[in-house]
């Protein structure tokens, strides 16, 4: 029997109590394990060594923290280790707030009180997909698009037909294998056009391309029968 992997969590919080709690939750699912826990960004700098840095999958990030807050660290993390996935976490579920979190490169968003469930998909979600959009966000990223339409489509970059069919199959929460095989095309070429949708749509990661796909109509989310995203 073939034994799962085990996918390894750093989390950065101010709250000593509530960053045991949290560690305590995630350790009790057997395909998660943390491997870090910093008290702030500043406090994240300093334990990064290349062998976490090697092993770590997804980091939980607070938004509200002294010294070094989430959208400073988040900051960091995208430019110095662009392949460790980002979730916030935040007390506060605000719509400006999200928005500007997925913009600078976090994958998710996750409200505090959110049920066991739901945050552990979430965790799933993000480190095999790349991304994990609730209804709610999904919501805000069609808002944002119906206010800032002129905005977006005059941004609007020309996506060759394949490129289009990859980032559909993205939006599916296909991985690059499943891809590869349903357009008869390699890993390796997936993984080249997952690259130059990133580039020319100026996103940060997978999760930035969601949004680029819905905003100008190349992904259409039915919220009534949303299955693929919650």
């Not at 209804?135 to 805000?140: A, E, K, R, T, W």
């Not at 206010?147 to 609007?156: H, I, M, N, S, T």
């Amino acid at each position: 029997m073939e034994n799962k992997r085990i996918y390894k969590i750093g989390i950065v919080e101010d709250h000593t109590i509530f960053r045991n709690g949290l560690k305590m939750m995630i350790d009790l699912n057997d395909q998660l394990e943390v491997i870090l826990e910093a008290e702030n960004g500043k406090d994240l700098q300093g334990k990064l060594s290349e062998e976490i840095v090697n092993d770590l999958d997804l980091i939980l990030c607070d938004m509200e923290m002294p010294e070094m807050n989430g959208v400073e660290t988040v900051r960091f993390l995208n430019q110095k280790y662009p392949d460790i996935k980002i979730v916030i976490l935040s007390g506060h579920y605000e719509s400006t707030l999200i928005l500007k979190m997925l913009e600078i490169g976090a994958s998710a968003f996750v409200p505090k009180d959110e049920k066991p469930n739901e945050f552990y998909q979430t965790i799933i979600n993000v480190i095999q997909h790349g991304f994990h959009y609730n209804q709610h966000v999904v919501q805000l990223i069609r808002e944002k698009m119906l206010f800032g339409v002129k905005e977006k489509r005059a941004e609007l970059v020309q996506l060759s037909q394949r490129e289009k069919e990859v980032l559909f199959e993205i939006c599916e929460q296909k991985t690059n294998k499943e891809i590869a095989e349903k357009l008869f095309i390699s890993v390796r070429t997936v993984e080249g056009h997952r690259n130059n949708l990133i580039s020319k749509t100026q996103s940060k990661n997978t999760a930035g391309i969601i949004v680029y796909a819905i905003e100008n109509g190349f992904y259409k989310v039915d919220l009534k029968n949303q299955k693929s995203w919650d």
